[in-house]
């Protein structure tokens, strides 16, 4: 797609250039630094541009106003512009406008970015779009310092500020919270037994278990009769379905069916059985890793002209590994709730707003001493670091690294078809 792009654009390109030729080089937005302020003819060589460099690495971006991926490169140079200044020069050339500027330079497609260490020699050359990460990475790659490498090393919690003293059986098996006895549910296998927070977390369980079958999992299960307080078969159980102030569903359990009209009395909802429940809370699942998600407590991720879900910040971004797409993607602060957008282009970061946006990786250390992922409910997106560590702050047993969307994001693009498939499967996310 990209080479499709970009080579469209080529014809573009040279047919500007051709049309102009003969003219006088344009004026460009260039510095003295540019080869564009030099002589016409004289050669593109190093030491030409380091006759007259501020002794600063540069950044050359040729491309036009036009032109798509240069659109998405724009804030991006705007960014490093401003995040570097005084120790990188960012330049940006328009060669629809200055046609000569694109000849002396020697580019056949747009948009191109040329990489001139402080001494003013070329470095390197890409050609396409070029997320900040990658450019970023590219520095340190060459060994140009260009200082102080945002972003920071951010924070790093390896060890809990205070340790996780609740007993195993007040916590939900997914979610790590506590367990509600209200609404308790318990799937009980042969060997072992999974305590769970509601009925929602149940098909959170069961849409985690790789190829699993409903009628086989589900006789294991029991919920919390709302009346009793006693455990009863989920499955014969009248299921009283509403919603919250927040708009999520609420599922209320009961034994006996008049005992649920009653309360129905109360608090309005649904009656409903077993398989509509199953069905409803089935409906909306996670775009990259397929668990049951309630879209109130998800991510908007667009693709194409399809609304979808992340089940967390981070499986949001694995929609573009998944589908092998563009996407954008709506998350809320963590702590705040305040949006956050995302848009991917060719599996890296097109846009971010706001720019200070950064990622949590909650990670825990296995019994083998290697950190893996804490899963998805230990994942966020954060407008910024403060905010971030406001949200540790109260989470005082939760470990893991921060990290920048775009790393959450080439997390996600480097993990092959089949790791993709096991994403998230109990026993199988590594
Ligand atoms: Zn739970
Ligand atoms: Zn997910």
């Given at each position: 797609m990209k080479l499709l792009i970009v080579a469209a654009l080529a014809v573009a390109v040279v047919g500007a250039v051709a049309l102009k030729k003969?003219?006088?080089p344009a004026e460009s937005n260039t510095t003295a630094a540019g080869p564009a302020a030099r002589a016409p003819g004289e050669s593109h060589d190093a030491k030409g541009a380091a006759a007259s460099t501020a002794r600063l690495p540069k950044l050359l971006d040729l491309g036009a106003g036009k032109c798509i991926p240069c659109k998405m490169m724009a804030p991006l140079l705007e960014e490093l512009k401003k995040e570097y200044a005084g120790k990188m020069t960012v330049e940006f050339i328009d060669v629809w406008q200055n046609p000569d500027a694109g000849k002396q330079y020697g580019i056949e497609m747009i948009p191109t970015q040329i990489f001139y260490d402080a001494e003013g020699k070329e470095r390197f050359r890409h050609v396409g779009f070029y997320g900040k990460e990658d450019i970023l990475g590219k520095w340190k790659e060459l060994g140009v310092d260009i200082g102080?490498?945002?972003?920071?090393?951010g924070i790093v919690r390896e060890t809990p500020v205070t340790a996780d003293t609740r007993p195993r059986d007040s916590v939900c098996f997914m979610c790590d919270d506590a367990v509600n006895a209200k609404t308790k549910t318990l799937v009980k296998g042969q060997t072992e037994q999974h305590l769970l927070c509601s009925p929602h977390c149940y098909f959170i369980y069961f849409s985690s278990i790789a190829g699993a079958d409903p009628k086989a999992e589900e006789v294991k299960v029991s919920v919390t009769d709302w009346a009793s307080g006693s455990l009863i078969p989920a499955t014969s159980a009248s299921h009283l379905y509403g919603m919250d102030a927040q708009g999520r569903p609420t599922i209320k359990a009961f034994a006996d069916k008049a005992a649920a009209v009653k309360e129905q009395q109360i608090s309005p909802g649904n009656l409903l059985a077993w398989d509509v429940l199953r069905s409803k809370e089935l409906a909306t699942r996670c775009a990259f890793c397929d668990r049951a998600v309630y879209p109130e407590d998800a991510c908007g991720v667009k693709f194409g002209t399809t609304h979808g879900h992340g089940c967390c910040t981070h499986c949001s971004m694995g929609v573009a590994a998944r589908l092998k797409q563009d996407i954008e993607v709506e998350a809320k602060d963590g702590l705040t709730g305040e949006l956050i957008r995302v848009k991917t282009l060719d599996g890296q970061i097109a846009s971010l707003e706001p720019a200070t946006a950064v990622a949590w990786f909650g990670q825990k250390k296995g019994p083998d001493g290697k950190w893996a992922s804490a899963g998805c409910f230990k994942q966020g997106f954060f407008v910024n670091e403060a905010n971030l560590q406001k949200w540790l702050d109260a989470r005082p047993a939760m470990t893991g690294r921060q990290i920048t969307i775009a790393q959450a994001l080439a997390d996600k693009m480097k993990l092959t078809p089949e790791q993709i498939a096991k994403a998230c499967k109990l026993g199988e996310c590594k």
């Open positions: 003969g003219k006088a102080g490498s945002k972003p920071s090393a």
